[in-house]
């Protein structure tokens, strides 16, 4: 049985990150945005509206695509005004699959 693209790769190869992306963020499709972009590059975590109208993102993939969904984060939906893409933490356990959690 073969392996899929993020089961070959070595743990060099891979990076996961806690980011948190600030401005005109919320209300504007920026979750729907990350979710597509996060499937397209075949990346695993989650994002999520915080409640001081952050957005939070989980994003664990080949080293490259988490370098492309950071620089599609700094510019998000064109309804969106991103100010900040911050990562807050690094080497967090691979989530699978990707998902839309609740806001906290």
């Known amino acids: 049985m073969s392996k899929g693209p993020a089961e070959s790769m070595g743990p060099g190869e891979r990076r ?5 992306i600030e ?3 919320q ?3 920026y979750r729907d945005f990350v979710e597509r972009a996060a499937a397209e590059l075949g990346l695993a975590g989650f994002v999520r509206n915080r409640r001081d109208g952050a957005v939070e993102a989980l994003l664990s993939g080949s080293r490259a695509a988490v370098a492309e969904m950071l620089e599609r984060c700094r510019r998000g939906p064109s309804a969106a005004h991103v100010a900040a893409v911050t990562v807050v933490a690094e080497g967090e356990a691979e989530p699978t699959g990707f998902v839309v ?3 906290t």
Do not use: E, I, M, Q
Request: charged residues 20%; aromatic residues 0%; positive net charge.
């Open 23 to 25: 401005g005109r963020v």
């Open 27 to 29: 209300g504007v499709g």
């Open 101 to 103: 959690l609740p806001s």
């Open 16 to 20: 996961t990150v806690r980011v948190r």
